[in-house]
């Protein structure tokens, strides 16, 4: 069933488990998330990047939100890295449940004023908001921090932001970065900074860049043709870690990539006779799936629908 961005991450941050906020911009990784939700019976947000409704439009939104209403688990649709007003309003205006407002490369006062503006639309239409304090390193689609502005984020600020915008959770900046290179091998985490943004916020909290980046996909992705560096993720630990200090909802967006291109290439590879797209595009689909289980039972969310 549909349900909000909030309704999902309240109970998980209550309850001390995770659920996966996994980014989708196509039908199989649609199909291979929710087929993943239904068969662990696990919450889960389906997250489409303003990339993703640029190169989907509303033949990806229609099928999400239609999907997120018949599944037979707690399922919100969000926008993820949303970066203007206009833009979560299309968002809304297609049904989301959930909107990210990414405000975090401004100063402290106009990520206050544009997140605020963003939850009062939002609420009005009974829809929850994701906001960021903080910087991410890495890349993200249309943001680039190199390291040296990477802020993490600062405990008193997270507490007086949530306070002043009324946002419903907050992704934090305490290590992470988005993609396949997040720092030289267990790339490090804030867990203290964590812990003290945990005890002045109480609101359900986020963490961007959360991909594991495992060895054996990339191997995979690299047998099967791909050209991929020093390739490092988050450490399954740190991840268990960050939940039990009040992380709720978790990105994952690299590892479904990384896994479905490695199959189109084997699958590909394998077959140069091929060119019906179902005998590629299926067996990407399974490897998925698979990784979001995995990610599932990583977080506790198995079970909790
Ligand atoms: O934060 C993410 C995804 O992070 P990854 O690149 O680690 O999958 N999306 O908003
Ligand atoms: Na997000
Ligand atoms: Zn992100």
Redesign the pocket.
């Known amino acids: 069933m549909l349900v909000t961005g909030l309704e999902i991450l309240r109970k998980a941050r209550a309850e001390g488990y995770g659920v996966g906020a996994f980014?989708t911009n196509n039908m199989e990784f649609t199909q291979a998330i929710l087929e993943a939700a239904e068969e662990m019976k696990s919450p889960v947000i389906l997250?489409l990047s303003e990339g993703a409704m640029k190169y989907g439009g509303r033949a990806l939104t229609r099928m999400v939100v239609a999907l997120a209403q018949e599944a037979r688990v707690p399922v919100a649709v969000h926008l993820?890295?949303g970066s203007s007003y206009e833009s979560v309003l299309k968002a809304l205006r297609e049904g989301f449940t959930s909107v990210m407002i990414d405000k975090s490369h401004e100063d402290f006062e106009t990520n206050v004023r544009e997140t605020k503006r963003v939850v009062e639309a939002a609420h009005a239409v009974g829809v929850t908001v994701e906001a960021e304090l903080g910087r991410l390193a890495g890349i993200?689609e249309h943001v680039a921090v190199d390291e040296k502005d990477a802020l993490l984020t600062n405990p008193e600020e997270a507490r007086i932001f949530m306070e002043r915008t009324g946002a419903d959770y907050l992704a934090v900046a305490i290590g992470t970065s988005?993609?396949a290179y997040k720092g030289k091998g267990r790339p490090f985490i804030d867990h203290p900074r964590l812990a003290r943004i945990a005890k002045l916020v109480p609101a359900p909290l986020v963490l961007?860049?959360?991909?594991a980046v495992p060895q054996e996909l990339v191997e995979r992705f690299r047998a099967a043709g791909g050209e991929i560096g020093e390739a490092s993720?988050i450490h399954p630990e740190d991840i268990k870690k960050a939940i039990s200090l009040g992380i709720a909802k978790i990105?994952?967006?690299?590892?479904l990539r990384l896994a479905f291109t490695a199959l189109v290439r084997e699958t590909l590879g394998k077959n140069p006779k091929e060119f019906d797209p179902r005998k590629y595009l299926g067996p990407a689909r399974e490897a998925v799936k698979e990784v979001v289980k995995s990610r599932m039972e990583l977080f506790g969310s198995v079970g909790r629908a």
């Open positions: 980014n997250a993820d890295h993200e988005h993609g961007h860049g959360a991909s993720g990105n994952t967006d690299t590892d």
